[in-house]
């Protein structure tokens, strides 16, 4: 396995945007990009590469195929169809679900035992059906869950309180969709409960509740103003790599594998997790109320719902 070598399968906007985030940032060896369109990988590795020379460090870009999994330390998938207009998510998941799998077997043919991150939508579902067809351990195929969800949220709340996004300590868990929810007595401002943060100003509480609204709208808006979401992602996506690349430890609520954790079993949904070089060290269990409970059950039944495809 050679440290610091990723395979980005997937050359569209958001892997695209993953992959640029990384030559901006460093901390990456090589870079593998990996799709059925051959002349746009050559041209977005030729794109890419020219930035080099203004690069924070040297930086290995190159087009290749699913051979280049075998020695990568991290494999991450944003290939997929996008949901079309009119499209159910059962019907988009049918597609994506095929798709997956074959893409899935290719990477493991080549005799990969690294970490899988997996973006594609719906990516709860997309996640279940990688980690089956893959056979990894559980801990080695990460989704992106509700790690954009929670950046919007700490970015809604920065702008709401006049605080840094740095020092809100607060996540969406569940599917990333319109189920999501807040623990907002697990949210804090530095070392303040934002509960107590909302009291003491006078805030109203039904505030909290149209802080989330805008995270879910979030999504909605965006593709209505220019047709798609890329740049959050992308970041994330970079987030959670550099997460498993430098051994981080670091708390992020990633699409994982439930069993028995929130009285759930066999599922990958959004929670609160330690990335390392492992992939997924630990799970935190919050201490949810009944209210909380019954929206994690209510995102996990919709994700169920859609598992005939996996």
Not at 128 to 137: E, H
Not at 223 to 232: C, H, L, M
Not at 262 to 272: A, K, L
Request: hydrophobic letters at 40%; charged letters at 25%.
């Amino acid at each position: 396995m050679k440290k610091g070598k990723i395979v980005l399968i997937g050359a569209g906007f958001v892997g695209m945007s993953m992959a640029y985030s990384m030559l901006n940032r460093g901390g990456i060896n090589e870079l593998v990009l990996v799709d059925i369109d051959q002349n746009k990988i050559k041209g977005e590795e030729m794109d890419l590469s020219h930035g080099l020379p203004y690069a924070p460090q040297k930086m290995i870009i190159k087009a290749g195929d699913y051979s280049e999994c075998k020695d990568a330390q991290i494999v991450v998938i944003t290939a997929g169809a996008a949901q079309k207009p009119g499209q159910t998510r059962l019907e988009l998941a049918e597609v994506n679900a095929k798709i997956m799998k074959q893409i899935t077997t290719n990477i493991m043919e080549s005799g990969f035992n690294g970490v899988i991150i997996v973006a594609s939508n719906p990516v709860d579902l997309m996640t279940y059906v990688v980690w089956k067809v893959s056979g990894l351990p559980k801990n080695k195929v990460i989704g992106s869950g509700t790690v954009l969800d929670t950046a919007r949220l700490r970015y809604l709340m920065a702008d709401y309180f006049k605080i840094s996004s740095k020092n809100i300590h607060a996540y969406i868990m569940g599917e990333h969709g319109d189920s999501s929810f807040v623990p907002w007595k697990h949210a804090y401002i530095g070392c303040k409960k934002v509960i107590d943060v909302m009291k003491d100003n006078h805030h109203p509480m039904e505030d909290l509740q149209k802080i989330h609204q805008g995270v879910v709208n979030a999504a909605y808006e965006i593709i209505e103003k220019k047709k798609a979401t890329y740049y959050g992602i992308g970041m994330a996506l970079n987030r959670l790599v550099r997460a498993i690349l430098d051994d981080e430890n670091s708390i992020l609520t990633v699409s994982t594998y439930l069993e028995n954790q929130y009285n759930q079993d066999d599922i990958f949904i959004g929670v609160p997790a330690v990335i390392n070089k492992s992939g997924v060290r630990d799970i935190i269990e919050l201490d949810l109320d009944s209210i909380e409970q019954e929206k994690l059950n209510n995102s996990c039944n919709l994700i169920k719902k859609m598992r005939k495809f996996s």
